[in-house]
C-alpha cells in the first residue's frame, strides 16, 4: 500500500498536475505519508491516521483573504481527487464507527475546500448510495446501523447538493434513491434533514428533477403524519419545493394529507401549509389548472385561531388576487375601468376582497361547494367547523354571484343548522346573513318559504332569521307582509321543536319595521310554550328573549314598552282566539296563547272583558279537560289578585261578577273524587277568595 501511495505521489505530472503549486505538492508528499494508516489491521492505527489527515488539512488551508483561498483550494483539488477522496470513501464501509464518523467528517471538509467539489460527485453519490440505500434498506435496515452517523451522511449529500448544483443532474437517480430511504428513517433528525435536502436537489436540478419528483411523493407522505411536529414542517415544506420544481401531477396526491394538516394541533404545521400552498397558487407552473383544489385550503386558514396564521393566509391570498387580476388584465378591462361599489349592505365594506380575489372563487366556486356540502355534514366534528368557516369566507368573495348556486348553498345551510356543535352553527348563521346582504329577497323568499311551508323545522326557521336579520331594510319592507303571513300559520308557529329559533329571531332582526299585528302571535306561541328553554340564549330563559322582542316590536310601532302593544293588539287576538275554545285541551298551542295573554296583557284585560270572560266562562265548565281547567284557574287567580291592574283596569269588572262567581267559581266547589278535582276544588276557592279581598 505505501508503494502505491508513493508511486501515485511520484507520477509523472499530467496536465492537471502540472498546475499544482508548490504547496500543493508539499501537501501530496504530508499525505502519502499518512494514507498507508488508514490501512491499518488496528482500529486505533486507523483511527490515528484520520485524525492526522484532519490536521494536515486544516493546517494547509490559509487564514487568508478570499484570493489567496481561491489559489489554496485550487492547489488542494489535485490531491483532493487523486490520493483523499477513493480512501475516505472505502472508509465509510470501516467496521469501526469512530473510524467512519471521522471519515464523513474529512469528506465534508474536503468538499468544502475543494476547487471543484461537483468532480467528485461520480464516486462520492455510489459510495452514499451503499451506506443509505442498500438492499438491507427495502427490508427496514439501513446498511449504516448508527443513526447520528446516518444524519451525518445525508448532511453530506445536502453539502453535494448545494456545492455541486446542477452538476448533479446525471447522479439525480443515486440522490433520489438515497432519499426514498433516509425520508423514512427512524431517526427524526435524519428525516429532517433529508427533506431539507430533497428541496436542495430540487432547486439544484429544475430543468432535470421532475422526471424523478414523483417518486419522493410517497416517502415525504408517510412522513407528514409524524410524531414530531419538525418533522411534519419539514415535510410540508421539501413538498412544497419538489412539487414546485417537480411534476404537477402530484398535486392530488398531496392535498389530502395537506388537507388533514389543517387540524393540525400545532400552529407552526398550519403556517407550513398556509406559506407552502400561497407559494403555490403564486408560482406553481400549472396553478390554473389547481384553483379550485388549493383555494380552498388557503382561505380555510383565514379563520384560524392563531392570529398570526390568519395574517399570513390573508396577506399571501391578496398577493394572490393581485397577481391573478395582473396576468388577466385584458378579461378584466371594464371591471377595473368602471370598478363597482360594495353593495349597499356589505357587512365589511372597508374590507371588501380586491377585484382578483373575488373573480377567482366566482369563476372556481361551482367547482369547490360540491366538496363543502359533503364535508359540512361529516362525522368528524373539525371537518364540518371548517367547511363552515370556508362557506361564510367563500360568500363574502362571491357577493351577488351567490345566485346562481343559491338553491345548493340553502340546502346545505338547512343541513348545517342542524348541527350539534354551535361553531358549525355559528358559521352557517353567518352565511345566512351574507345570503341575505347580497341576494334580492324576490330571490331567496322563493325558495326558503316554500321550504319552510313544506317542511318546518328549527333549522330552517334559524335560517330565514338569519337570511331576515343579513338583509337590507329598504329591500325587505315590501316582502315583511308575506313573512308574517308564512310564520303566523300555525304549522310553524306552533309545531317547532323550539320556537326561538325562528319566529322572535327573525321578527327582532328587522325590529325597526313597522310590523304586522300577526306577529305577534308568533310571539305568543313562543311565549306559551318557553318554559325554561336554554341553550342559544346563554343564561337567559326564552321567555326572557320573547320579553325582549316584544318590547322591540313596540318600538318598531313607535310604543312605550309591551304593555301598550297588549293593549292595540289584544282585543283582535282574544276575539281571534274565541274562534275556536270549544276544542281546546291543555295540549292547544291555542290555549298557551290565551294564558299567555292573560297573564302578561296586564290593563288590556279590562278591555277585552266582552271576550275574555266567555272564553273563561265555557273552558271553566266541569266537564272540560281538567288539566286545562287547573291551568285556567292558576292565570286566574293571579290575575284576580291585581284586578285593578288587570281585569278591573277600567272599573267594568262588576259587570262580570255574577257570571264569574255563578257560571264559573260554583260549578268548580262540587266536590268529586281524585286528586286533580281536589286541585280544581282548592284553585276555584284561591279564586274566590281573591275575588272577594278585592
Not at 419522493?216 to 420544481?245: C, D, N, Y
Request: charged fraction near 20%; aromatic fraction near 4%.
Amino acid at each position: 500500500m505505501a508503494a502505491l501511495v508513493a508511486a501515485e505521489a511520484a507520477a509523472p505530472p499530467g496536465p492537471a498536475e502540472a498546475a499544482e503549486t508548490a504547496e500543493a505538492a508539499e501537501l501530496s508528499r504530508a499525505l502519502s505519508r499518512l494514507l498507508p494508516g488508514l490501512e491499518a489491521d488496528s482500529k486505533l492505527s486507523r483511527r490515528r491516521a484520520l485524525e492526522a489527515l484532519q490536521r494536515a488539512i486544516e493546517a494547509a488551508w490559509p487564514e487568508e483573504p478570499a484570493a489567496e483561498s481561491a489559489a489554496a483550494a485550487a492547489g488542494f483539488q489535485g490531491p483532493w481527487a487523486r490520493l483523499l477522496l477513493p480512501r475516505l470513501l472505502r472508509c465509510l464501509a470501516d467496521p469501526a464507527e469512530g473510524c467512519r464518523a471521522l471519515a464523513a467528517h474529512l469528506l465534508g471538509l474536503g468538499l468544502r475546500r475543494a476547487a471543484r467539489p461537483r468532480d467528485a460527485l461520480p464516486r462520492l453519490l455510489p459510495a452514499l448510495v451503499a451506506r443509505l440505500a442498500g438492499p438491507e434498506s427495502e427490508r427496514g435496515r439501513p446498511p449504516e446501523t448508527c443513526e447520528e452517523l446516518r444524519l451525518a451522511l445525508v448532511q453530506l449529500l445536502g453539502l453535494a447538493v448545494r456545492l455541486g448544483g446542477a452538476a448533479l443532474a446525471p447522479h439525480l437517480d443515486d440522490a433520489v434513491r438515497v432519499l426514498r430511504c433516509t425520508l423514512l428513517d427512524p431517526f427524526a433528525a435524519v428525516r429532517r434533514e433529508s427533506c431539507q435536502c430533497a428541496a436542495s436537489l430540487a432547486r439544484a436540478t429544475p430543468d432535470h428533477f421532475h422526471m424523478q419528483s414523483e417518486s419522493l411523493i410517497g416517502p415525504l407522505m408517510q412522513s407528514i403524519s409524524h410524531q414530531h411536529w419538525k418533522v411534519r414542517v419539514a415535510v410540508i415544506e421539501a413538498t412544497g419545493s419538489v412539487i414546485q420544481f417537480g411534476s404537477g401531477k402530484s398535486v392530488d396526491d398531496v392535498l389530502p394529507h395537506f388537507a388533514q394538516r389543517l387540524f393540525d394541533d400545532v400552529p407552526q404545521v398550519r403556517q407550513a401549509v398556509t406559506c407552502v400552498v400561497g407559494g403555490w397558487l403564486l408560482d406553481l407552473r400549472d396553478r390554473y389548472s389547481f384553483f379550485h383544489k388549493l383555494i380552498p385550503l388557503l382561505l380555510s386558514n383565514l379563520e384560524d385561531d392563531i392570529p398570526e396564521i390568519a395574517l399570513a393566509a390573508a396577506s399571501l391570498w391578496e398577493k394572490v388576487g393581485l397577481q391573478w387580476q395582473r396576468e388577466n388584465e385584458d378579461d378584466l378591462k371594464d371591471k377595473l375601468d368602471f370598478a363597482s361599489p360594495p353593495p349597499a349592505h356589505h357587512p365589511s365594506p372597508d374590507n371588501r376582497p380586491g377585484l382578483g380575489c373575488r373573480e377567482l372563487v366566482f369563476r372556481n366556486l361551482s367547482k369547490i361547494l360540491p366538496a363543502i356540502c359533503h364535508d359540512v355534514t361529516d362525522w368528524v366534528a373539525g371537518t364540518r367547523v371548517k367547511a363552515a368557516q370556508l362557506l361564510a369566507v367563500l360568500l363574502l368573495h362571491a357577493e351577488d354571484h351567490v345566485t346562481q348556486h343559491l338553491e345548493v348553498v340553502l340546502r346545505t345551510l338547512h343541513r348545517a343548522c342542524a348541527d350539534d356543535d354551535r361553531a358549525v352553527v355559528r358559521s352557517c348563521t353567518r352565511s345566512a346573513e351574507l345570503v341575505g346582504a347580497f341576494v334580492s329577497p324576490e330571490v331567496f323568499l322563493k325558495l326558503v318559504l316554500p321550504a319552510l311551508k313544506k317542511s318546518p323545522s328549527p333549522s330552517g326557521l334559524l335560517i330565514l332569521a338569519s337570511i331576515v336579520r343579513g338583509c337590507p331594510r329598504e329591500a325587505l319592507r315590501p316582502h315583511l307582509t308575506l313573512i308574517a303571513t308564512e310564520l303566523a300559520r300555525p304549522h310553524i308557529c306552533q309545531g317547532s321543536e323550539n320556537p326561538f329559533t325562528g319566529a322572535p329571531a327573525a321578527v327582532r332582526a328587522d325590529s325597526g319595521l313597522r310590523v304586522p299585528r300577526r306577529l305577534q302571535t308568533v310571539q305568543l306561541t313562543a311565549l306559551g310554550g318557553a318554559g325554561d328553554h336554554r341553550g342559544a340564549l346563554g343564561c337567559h330563559s326564552l321567555g326572557d328573549k320573547v320579553q325582549e322582542t316584544m318590547d322591540a316590536l313596540a318600538a318598531a310601532q313607535d310604543i312605550d314598552g309591551h304593555q301598550d302593544l297588549y293593549r292595540e293588539h289584544a282585543g283582535p287576538l282574544v276575539e281571534w282566539l274565541a274562534a275556536s275554545h270549544h276544542d281546546w285541551t291543555v295540549h292547544s298551542a291555542e290555549l298557551l296563547q290565551f294564558v299567555v295573554v292573560v297573564n302578561h296583557a296586564g290593563p288590556a284585560l279590562g278591555e277585552v272583558l266582552p271576550h275574555l270572560v266567555p272564553v273563561l266562562r265555557s273552558c271553566l265548565q266541569p266537564a272540560r279537560d281538567p288539566q286545562m281547567r287547573l291551568r285556567l284557574f292558576s292565570s286566574l287567580s293571579r290575575v284576580l289578585l291585581s284586578a285593578t291592574q288587570t281585569v278591573d283596569s277600567q272599573g267594568h269588572f262588576h259587570h262580570y261578577l255574577d257570571t264569574v262567581t255563578k257560571d264559573i267559581l260554583v260549578p268548580n266547589l262540587q266536590w268529586h273524587a281524585g286528586k286533580t278535582a281536589a286541585a280544581i276544588r282548592t284553585a276555584a276557592v284561591s279564586c274566590l277568595w281573591a275575588l272577594i279581598k278585592q
